[in-house]
């Protein structure tokens, strides 16, 4: 088991994370060199039920820990029809000889109970079954019954977050912009979900087009443009309340492409007077805003960086489209992508070690990662039309947008892994474009 | 209702006016249901909604059919080509005429660039629009220009035949606000 999980850790390492860490894990650097990255088996059998109300939601959530480790692309779920072990209580033995022998490396172990005030008491345990011992120890987690998907997700990010060493994602959710109707006539509505497209809820209506949300740094608030006014407009949305406003009315100018600081007070986004992009910055709070850039080109797409201390943004100065990196406060810019093609959409990873970005080359659209100065660069998708990357909250994991070519083309979520694998399309009742991923909650 | 464009230029009566765009809207509703929230707008930019005659010079359906209201742009471009300034020559005296109309340039592009960019490039291309007319002495209170980016293509196969006639920027007529 732990050379499994140790096999599965060094993948993660060697494909995603600093030399120096790979340099550490230096011996299992052979089975990856032989690309032997199989997904690790594990074992989630129903957790155990405190009375016969909970017993649905026990199998559940099961279910949903087994599908965020099955969707990963690293775990393996076993299923329960090989099962030789029953586990009817959550403190008896394990027999790890029953789970050695369907090769269930990880097995998870839970019981579910509802307390006197209605709430639900989720108990769990992540075992190594060839070392014959927990990995970590059982850990409780409280919530209401509505939630217990929320509670099904941090058991997986537990369990995900103790075998690969990476933080988890699981728990987090997606604002995107779901679409209906014909190409020409596209409706488009702000909605927000799960990571996993489950519990969909609109945020704004159809009247409107609406444009790349953004979450803010602790999932509470939504940057958006909006054409409310006829014009594009940025909006500040409160996700509990669902109320929002303008932020930026200037008359005779268009505003959009907005994105939260990491301390949340200020927003950077583009304005456009006199057919000119340019780089603003506004504090929330007062309203005041400050111009960044001052240029004849188009600059755009600006995302700062996890400390604040720099933007990324998309210019077309060089006469093509390329990354640069400025400090926060403006001032000069330094081009950071060299390769040929159109660069755009930069995203800092929240773990500041990659830029995110949507590449256009001989016709096709890439999303891509590279070093936060440009190097290593890594298309990792290749389509029609591949756009607007953002990154799951632990720096692992990329969600986009994917559209279909023709007229009868349609736009939909996908996610990879900053390896380039494991790529998915995202389950949504109808087209979405634009995602935005939270936080862990 | 046609009878009703029979009347000319500056005697056409607010009233009429005020049908014939009353007449464009209530189609525009049917086709386009949110291309606008402000309802002062004329859509016109569909070919659908053809108010009056376009027999009728002083009608917005003759700007649109006859003037041409629109003007289209190379790939990633922004410069006005020499058919796009005769277009514009054409709408700048139209608006110069029909001075009880004011105009919003619409920019656009094509579906070949990301969301932000296009939004960025299709102001480009509305603005090209805006100063030609202004250097053509259409005063710029009555104009207003708005970038729907790759939002509203005209056009929605995925070739460049489609792409063409995406990459535009059109004029669309709208009620003065002194009227």
Do not use: C
């Given at each position: 088991m732990m050379t499994r999980i140790l096999t599965l850790l060094a993948a993660l390492l060697l494909l995603a994370l600093p030399p120096m860490a790979t340099a550490q894990d230096g011996?299992?650097?052979?089975?990856?060199?032989?690309?032997?990255?199989?997904?690790?088996?594990?074992?989630?059998?129903?957790?155990?039920?405190?009375?016969?109300?909970?017993?649905?939601?026990?199998?559940?959530?099961?279910?949903?820990?087994?599908?965020?480790?099955?969707?990963?692309?690293?775990?393996?779920?076993?299923?329960?029809?090989?099962?030789?072990?029953?586990?009817?209580?959550?403190?008896?033995?394990?027999?790890?000889?029953?789970?050695?022998?369907?090769?269930?490396?990880?097995?998870?172990?839970?019981?579910?109970?509802v307390d006197s005030t209605g709430k639900v008491v989720v108990r769990f345990r992540v075992w190594d079954v060839f070392a014959g011992k927990e990995l970590e120890n059982g850990l409780q987690l409280v919530g209401t019954t509505d939630g217990w998907r929320r509670i099904a997700h941090?058991?997986?990010?537990q369990v995900y977050s103790r075998i690969t060493g990476e933080g988890g994602y699981f728990d987090s959710r997606v604002v995107f912009v779901a679409e209906t109707g014909p190409k020409g006539q596209r409706a488009k509505r702000l909605a927000i979900m799960d990571y996993d497209g489950a519990n969909v809820k609109y945020l704004t209506d159809s009247a409107n087009i609406v444009l790349a949300p953004r979450f803010s740094p602790t999932g509470d608030r939504i940057l958006y443009t909006s054409y409310e006014t006829g014009f594009p407009r940025v909006y500040l949305l409160d996700v509990a309340s669902v109320s929002r406003r303008e932020l930026e009315n200037q008359v005779g100018t268009m505003s959009f492409a907005p994105r939260f600081s990491p301390d949340g007070r200020t927003v950077v986004y583009s304005l456009i007077t006199g057919g000119n992009t340019d780089i603003y910055r506004m504090d929330i709070g007062s309203g005041a805003s400050a111009r960044l850039t001052s240029a004849p080109s188009i600059e755009t797409a600006p995302s700062y960086s996890p400390d604040g201390s720099q933007i990324v943004f998309e210019s077309d100065r060089s006469g093509s489209n390329h990354l640069y990196v400025m400090p926060a406060g403006g001032g000069e810019a330094r081009r950071i992508s060299s390769g040929k093609g159109q660069y755009g959409t930069p995203v800092w990873s929240p773990r500041g070690d990659y830029i995110a970005f949507t590449k256009q080359s001989k016709g096709r659209f890439h999303i891509g990662v590279m070093r936060t100065d440009g190097s290593e660069e890594r298309l990792l998708t290749a389509s029609f039309l591949?756009?607007?990357?953002?990154?799951?909250?632990?720096?692992?994991?990329?969600?986009?947008?994917?559209?279909?070519?023709?007229?009868?083309?349609?736009?939909?979520?996908?996610?990879?892994d900053i390896t380039g694998r494991n790529l998915r399309q995202v389950s949504t009742a109808t087209g979405a474009s634009d995602p935005s991923w939270s936080p862990l909650q | 209702m046609e009878n009703t464009f029979i009347e000319r230029g500056r005697t056409m009566k607010l009233m009429q006016k005020a049908l014939i765009l009353g007449a464009v809207l209530a189609l525009a509703a049917c086709t386009n249901p949110d291309r606008f929230d402000d309802t002062n707008n004329v859509d016109l930019n569909n070919g659908a909604g053809m108010a009056g005659s376009a027999s009728d010079p002083t009608s917005p359906a003759y700007f649109q059919q006859t003037v041409g209201d629109r003007v289209l742009f190379p790939v990633n471009q922004h410069t006005l080509t020499a058919q796009a300034q005769q277009t514009l020559n054409g709408q700048a005296n139209w608006l110069l005429t029909n001075t009880d109309y004011d105009a919003l340039i619409e920019g656009h592009a094509d579906e070949r660039g990301t969301r932000e960019y296009n939004v960025a490039l299709g102001a480009r291309r509305a603005n090209s629009v805006h100063e030609y007319l202004i250097s053509q002495g259409v005063p710029a209170n009555r104009l207003r220009v708005v970038s729907y980016g790759k939002e509203r293509p005209v056009e929605i196969c995925s070739d460049e035949g489609c792409y063409a006639q995406n990459r535009r920027a059109v004029t669309v007529i709208s009620i003065g606000p002194g009227v």
């Open positions: 011996p299992l650097r052979i089975e990856i060199t032989e690309g032997v990255i199989e997904p690790l088996p594990f074992a989630v059998p129903d957790f155990v039920a405190g009375d016969a109300a909970s017993a649905e939601m026990s199998r559940n959530i099961a279910r949903v820990i087994a599908a965020d480790l099955v969707g990963t692309g690293l775990f393996r779920e076993i299923s329960q029809d090989a099962f030789i072990s029953r586990v009817t209580s959550f403190s008896s033995p394990v027999q790890f000889a029953d789970w050695k022998a369907i090769n269930a490396q990880a097995l998870i172990t839970g019981a579910v109970d941090k058991v997986a990010d591949d756009e607007g990357p953002t990154w799951a909250p632990n720096g692992r994991v990329i969600m986009f947008t994917r559209e279909t070519q023709g007229a009868q083309g349609q736009a939909r979520l996908y996610s990879v | -």
